[in-house]
């Protein structure tokens, strides 16, 4: 008989049938998330990141809120966010990182734990009601293009900085370097970017994209340093198109 892991226990456990969710209900219920995260028009990050549009969103992404090791562990091995991972998620934060990324000591930063399975299932509603449909949002995506249909590049580069920008059409695995131990890594979603500095006297860098976390094979660009550069199509074996290969 096959063992089953801790992941699928849990998915199994929220599994039985289960009333219908309740938006109304759920906004009740978001009053205890509030302490922490944000939500609707003008939300900005506070003690938790901002929860528009987190369907769908590459775990450890939203732009400008520092996650925890735990979450970006989870980020690196292709989380990506929907209404039922959300749920077994808030159940038990710490938990559920530690089985998706298999590290036992892995830690979330989210120490709160709604227990309740029917208010669960109704807070998830609300928060995804403030999540456009994945064919919104690619539309959205469309309408940030130039006019030459890339993503709008990053404008504010560090002269000591070297970037990398998803401007492929779904979440991939990033990393830039810039010698030493300057390197980072991160799951983006698209229209995403990450950077990093450069050691001193350093006049390039490089920045390389993988399908996910695990994949070997991917792509790898050599760039100066301050410069940001945009992986417009990723295929493997080092043959994604890159922006630099239309200048």
Known sequence: MKKLTPLLLLALSMAQAA????????????????????????????????????IGR?????????YGKGMKEASTKGLVWDAEKIEAYIADPKKYLRAFTGNKRAKAKMRFKLKDAQKRRDVVAYVASFSKPAATQAAMASE?????????????IKANQICVQNAGKQPYFFAVDGGGDTRLTNTLAPGETLCTTAMDMAKTGKVSVFETADHLEGCTRIIPIGRAEQ?????????????????
């Not at 309740?22 to 901002?50: T, W």
């Not at 590459?58 to 520092?66: C, L, M, N, V």
């Not at 992986?231 to 200048?247: E, G, T, V």
């Open 19 to 54: 009333p219908a969710q309740d938006i109304e209900a759920g906004k009740a219920v978001f009053k205890n998330c509030a302490a922490c995260h944000r939500i609707g028009e003008g939300a900005k990050n506070a003690a938790g990141p901002v929860l528009n549009n987190v």
């Open 58 to 66: 590459a775990a450890g992404t939203f732009e400008g809120f520092k």
């Open 144 to 156: 940030s293009t130039a006019h030459n249909g890339m993503v709008s590049a990053p404008t504010d």
């Open 231 to 247: 992986m417009l199509k990723y295929a493997d074996f080092d043959r994604c198109r890159w922006s630099s290969n239309d200048s």
